[in-house]
């Protein structure tokens, strides 16, 4: 399923169930929301628990997604932001006690729209071509330089530059095609 | 500089945004882009990518591997989508008829019985509780009304209350009436608790209540 829209993925998950349409999107968001977790919620166990919440609200709310209103991207940020506010409050007394400091509620603090804009970021990265993805996913996430992902993938070195600007120019072109089809309304 | 010359350098500017060139190609792109304005809009538009790259980078985190199939466990538990739904389809069928049911082995010969006083969360609220019965199991029907209905994964669990121990007796929804009628099952051991409580949740959820207590009041024998 690779390649294959987000929004034509939750079609599948709210059509017929179906479970490798939704792993798909646990493989392409999950990190982030994961991620997301350790940062807002200040514990892995919350973390895992908002991961799992997240991905059964998709399962659960699928039928309820509106294309026309807003991407995939930003339906799943606010399960996310939401899911992470419910565990805050429930949780309260724990979770601001971790590491003797306060830990903000999921968005109060993403002022400058950076959380929610790597939900869109994720979102593009999905729709790449395996190769493009391949190669971004090594270089940001694995943080390989340009000669390792070489040595890593047998590509010449040549061939792993060029890919990487194509890389960056298709995500930022899936980006902008993003953006038109679904303005920012918040 | 020609073609073939100028596509070398616009090839090479996505890992110059991420610093990965060697310092003499690196040079060579700085001095082009000194004198290439389409090459400098092209940097523009790539170092943007970098820079969302990077941020998502920084937030990315993989999660342990055994949750994948946690969630997926998970999920499957509650079963396919649309036996979801008809199970949720046939709660509100079967509260729609305790509703109609208005007779039956609650008439009469009741154990205990409570009435349910609103809090902050719900002040139009009110309730009763009758409990009946002996043996292993006792037989409850909760009427209750002025509920917030349930939105999304929201539900409302009933309590039994004694000190700091808390059982639970059943969870129900409410539609947009705010009111139900619903029988529940209890273990012979709920005789031991004196309080009820309704508490709104949403799922998953602990194996507690949450903090969002409804309704509450204290059981009187008959």
Known sequence: MNGVADEVLVRRVAGTGDEGALRELYDRYSGLIFGAGVRYLGDRGLAEDLTQDVFTAV???ADSFDPS????ATWIYRITRNRATDLIRRRRARVRTVGDEFVPEMGE???SGELSRSFDVAAALGKLSPVHREILTLAYFEGLSQR???????TPL???????TAALKALRESMN?????????? | MNDLEHRRMRDL????VLGGLDPEEELEITDHLSNCARCRDEEQELRQAHEYMSDLAGVFEAPPPELKSRATRAVRLRGPRWAWLTAAAALVVLIGLAAAYSTG??????????????????????????IKGSGQNVKLRLDAWGLPPCKGDQYYELWFVEGKERLSAGSFTVGPSGKVKVDFTAPALSREYRNVGITSETTPDGPGPSKKKMLGGELNES
């Open chain 1, 177 to 186: 095609a993003s953006a038109e089809r679904w303005p920012r309304d918040e």
């Open chain 1, 69 to 72: 209103r807003a991407s995939f």
């Open chain 1, 148 to 154: 390792e992902i070489s040595r890593a993938t047998g």
């Open chain 1, 59 to 61: 399962w659960r709310n």
């Open chain 1, 109 to 111: 603090d993403d002022q």
């Open chain 2, 105 to 130: 082995v609650f008439d009469s010969q009741e154990a205990a019985a409570a009435t349910l006083k609103p809090t902050q969360l719900a002040p139009e609220a009110g309730g009763e509780i009758w």
């Open chain 1, 158 to 164: 040549g061939t792993v530059k060029s890919r990487t």
């Open chain 2, 13 to 16: 500017l996505g890992p110059y």
